[in-house]
């Protein structure tokens, strides 16, 4: 069974510009959840969907957004980039949720680097 | 609000030695704690899941203790091997609706190296 899958691995852009990154998830898994991970805050939840509906969101301005295809593959975006931004954006899928006991199971991630 | 302590500082063994690493939660009660590991430049894997009512819980050369009343997980790695070199991220999650909102929340992780 493929794993999840995330494209594109390494994205620069420049401030002002914006982002759209996107992810696979394991076939039959309705839930994908989004993580930013830097090196001074760790693995910060984003937002998860399940079934095309966005179940729950994080601490994060209206400038990060997502959305989930009925095929379960979901897209994130980030307006007005900002340098804070710079940060390796994990997506996870599970069959369940994040509020279910399940492993998640991650991709390997897209490295955005901010100029 | 929710946290998860888990030491920031890098944790050095040598090869065979056990390695020990500390989670800590406050102002939660969850129903189950994951293990995950991190290799760089890559996403977290799953490793291991203890429920509240289960005290120890062992996958090979692995081993999880959830002590409830402490708000702590352990996480063992015996005969430890320079494989076993990567970052480990504890994840409470579920609970109880009045503690929270049984969400996964990611601890910040502990790295470990393993020397030859």
């Known amino acids: 069974k493929a794993g999840v899958t995330q494209t594109p691995r390494y994205l620069i852009k420049t401030r002002g510009q914006q982002v759209t990154l996107s992810c696979s998830p394991i076939?039959?898994?309705?839930?994908v959840s989004w993580y930013q991970q830097t090196p001074g805050q760790g693995l910060q939840f984003l937002f998860e969907y399940f079934s095309e509906t966005q179940r729950n969101k994080g601490n994060f301005p209206g400038r990060f957004s997502g959305r989930q295809f009925s095929n379960s593959r979901s897209e994130m975006n980030v307006s007005t980039l900002e340098l804070g931004d710079s940060a390796l954006y994990l997506c996870?899928?599970?069959?369940?949720?994040?509020?279910?006991?399940?492993?998640?199971?991650f991709g390997d991630g897209t490295r955005l680097s901010i100029l | 609000s929710q946290k998860i302590e888990q030491n920031s500082e890098a944790l050095n063994i040598q090869e065979g030695k056990t390695a020990t690493l500390t989670c800590n939660y406050t102002?939660?009660?969850?129903?189950?704690l994951q293990w995950y590991r991190q290799d760089p430049g890559r996403g977290p894997v799953f490793l291991l899941l203890i429920r509240e009512n289960e005290k120890e819980k062992r996958k090979e050369r692995l081993k999880v203790t959830f002590d409830t009343t402490l708000k702590q997980s352990l996480f063992h790695i015996t005969a430890s091997q320079p494989a076993d070199s990567a970052t480990y991220l504890c994840?409470?999650?579920?609970?109880?609706?009045?503690?929270?909102?049984?969400?996964?929340?990611f601890g910040q992780g502990t790295t470990l190296q393993v020397k030859p």
């Open positions: 076939s039959g898994h309705r839930s």
């Open positions: 996870a899928s599970s069959l369940a949720g994040s509020y279910s006991n399940q492993p998640q199971h």
């Open positions: 102002n939660y009660s969850p129903a189950y």
């Open positions: 994840a409470p999650g579920g609970g109880h609706l009045s503690s929270n909102t049984g969400k996964l929340i």
